[in-house]
């Protein structure tokens, strides 16, 4: 076949495609091609095919995110831990996968209780079916997005507590944080009738609610959890940095999804989400390698990675709100600013051990900020004179950080009383691998 | 018969093995350790904070030489070996009191 006729042939597959696109539509819906419409008829309510397919196909992308952040995290750790800290990020699939459609979903977007959780008409997906609508896309699809949403937040926390935390612990841990915490900060900021929304906070992709929630409760989490054993004293280097570049580089990919899913359409929203997504995790990843060339004497491999998720982290909230220049100005200060909250940790002695509160609560504090300052599309912050708008960012963050640190620490001094969320000296000696799940993740 | 143990850089090995190819050496024994010498470790950072890392990863070779060799096997190992900078490492001599081939039970000399 030569090339010509190669190019036919898809030409021809292609529009074959683009027919078939349009049956179930038109069956559904009664309609044809919009331009075979008459004029003046008016469509009934179909998703739109361009958006739902995109809002699928980012559901998907942030869901890799999870293995990315297992990657992230486990290459971190020491050896006898990689398991242990990888299955933090993939049963937070499992649990809060479940979770969600049982109760998060309606927790967070269900009808309205005083401004502060939603309510629970929707639990099990209830009163939802394939024709039901959220915008244009179908509900079903809205509800999946969001739950990924749910998910990798709990599992943002497990890399404060990772190395010593007792696995039956982490589990229930995480079941409980995500319907008293994750879900009702959700309502509050993306909520219909939220108190947040109400008082006009702008978090395009979840800098508040995924990323202050979840990194000051890191910070909340080893108040109560405690250092390692030999913490400062010993120096407990990555096992395997080739897994957290891998991570780094899968949570990048994924986050598209996560920011230019966000618009929750295939529009020119989602496209500046997604132009903005790349240049503030590119400029923090240079931020953050310059910074430590300086400061350290060598970039490292582990920087560079750390950059770009601080970089993703800070552009989160801005991403739909803010021009390319400013994403530029938002990623290059963000790997400055998480570098040093990262550098804080040994000087204050706190052991965030893979630095979940250094980058995502400090990077998300500043991204939402960022958004108060910068924002002038869909949104104005203080350059374009809207003083007001930074005052509410700071509001949100202010209420986001307080509700996730008291209720985090609520939770594990409970969980410590009950269950005890700390394993022995003996097992995290050995490693929470072979102590928490009887296997290694290598076999020399 | 003596054993010639010389504790050397990772990344000397393949250039100490080539010239005891070349002196005529047919077998060596080599280990993967850590250890420190007078440098006593070294420090690295990390997340800010400074940790001194006391065992280093050296390449232990084992040679076992008739007595008229040792000092050839030296000369290559200081050659090959020799970087100048601290950590280069040791090389041991040790006597050896018996050899013995396990396939034939050929011992001393014919052993090696």
Redesign the interface.
């Known amino acids: 076949m030569n090339d010509s006729e190669i190019f036919s042939r898809l030409r021809c597959g292609r529009r074959i495609g683009r027919m078939l696109l349009h049956v179930p539509v038109a069956m559904g819906a009664g309609l044809v091609l919009p331009a075979l419409s008459f004029a003046g008829e008016k469509a009934a309510a179909a998703p739109d095919p361009g958006d739902t397919a995109w809002m699928m196909v980012s559901t998907a992308l942030v869901l890799l995110m999870l293995p990315g952040l297992a990657l992230f995290y486990g290459g971190m750790v020491r050896k006898k831990n990689v398991l242990s800290s990888m299955m933090h990020s993939f049963v937070a699939m499992a649990v809060i996968g479940l979770q969600w459609v049982v109760i998060g979903y309606t927790l967070s977007f269900g009808p309205d209780v005083g401004h502060f959780v939603g309510g629970l008409g929707s639990a099990f997906l209830k009163g939802i079916g394939p024709a039901t609508l959220h915008g244009t896309i179908p509900l079903y699809i809205f509800v999946m997005f969001q739950g990924m949403f749910a998910i990798i937040t709990p599992a943002l926390i497990s890399g404060a507590v990772a190395e010593r935390m007792k696995f039956s612990t982490y589990v229930v841990f995480i079941l409980i944080w995500s319907t008293v915490v994750y879900d009702p900060i959700a309502h509050w900021v993306w909520g219909t009738g939220g108190w947040l929304l109400n008082l006009g906070a702008l978090d395009f992709a979840g800098g508040t609610v995924v990323h202050v929630s979840s990194g000051i409760s890191a910070l909340a989490a080893v108040v109560i959890l405690g250092r390692r054993k030999g913490f ?1 004293k ?4 990555p096992h395997n940095l080739t897994l957290t570049l891998l991570g780094a580089g899968l949570l990048w990919f994924g986050w598209f999804g996560f920011n230019a899913g966000s618009a929750l359409a295939s529009n020119g929203s989602a496209a500046l989400a997604f132009t903005n997504t790349q240049i503030a995790a590119a400029a923090a990843s240079l931020s953050w390698m310059f910074t430590e060339w300086r400061v ?1 004497k060598q970039p490292s491999a582990l920087g560079a990675a750390s950059g770009i998720v601080a970089g993703l982290v800070a552009i989160t909230p801005a991403a739909g709100f803010v021009t390319p220049p400013w994403a530029i100005v938002i990623g290059l200060a963000a790997g400055v600013i998480c570098y040093f909250a ?6 204050a002695g706190y052991d965030d051990s893979l ?1 979940a509160f250094g980058v995502h609560g400090v990077g998300g504090t500043f991204g939402a900020i960022a958004t108060g300052l910068f924002a002038t599309v869909g949104g104005t912050g203080l350059i374009g004179g809207n003083g007001r708008q930074l005052l509410v960012q700071l509001t949100a963050v202010g209420a986001t950080a307080l509700y996730a640190f008291v209720l985090t620490l609520v939770i594990l001094w409970v969980l410590d009383k009950t269950m005890g969320i700390r394993v022995s000296d003996e097992e995290e000696l050995r490693g929470l691998d072979e102590t928490q799940h009887g296997e290694h993740g290598y076999h020399d | 018969m003596k054993k010639v143990e010389c504790i050397i850089q990772p990344g000397r090995l393949d250039e100490v093995r080539e010239g005891l190819t070349d002196a005529g050496i047919t077998g060596l024994t080599v280990t993967e350790v850590k250890g420190y010498g007078r440098q006593k470790g070294h420090t690295e950072v990390y997340r800010g904070s400074e940790y001194t890392i006391d065992f280093i990863p050296k390449i232990k070779i084992e040679v076992v030489v008739p007595k008229d060799r040792v000092s050839g096997v030296i000369d290559t190992v200081l050659e090959k070996a020799r970087s100048g900078r601290i950590g280069d490492g040791k090389i041991f001599v040790i006597p050896v009191e018996e050899t013995v081939r396990i396939r034939t039970g050929e011992r001393g000399h014919e052993a090696v």
Do not use: I, P
């Open positions: 400062l010993t120096a407990f280097f350290q990262v550098m804080l940790k040994s000087r630095d």
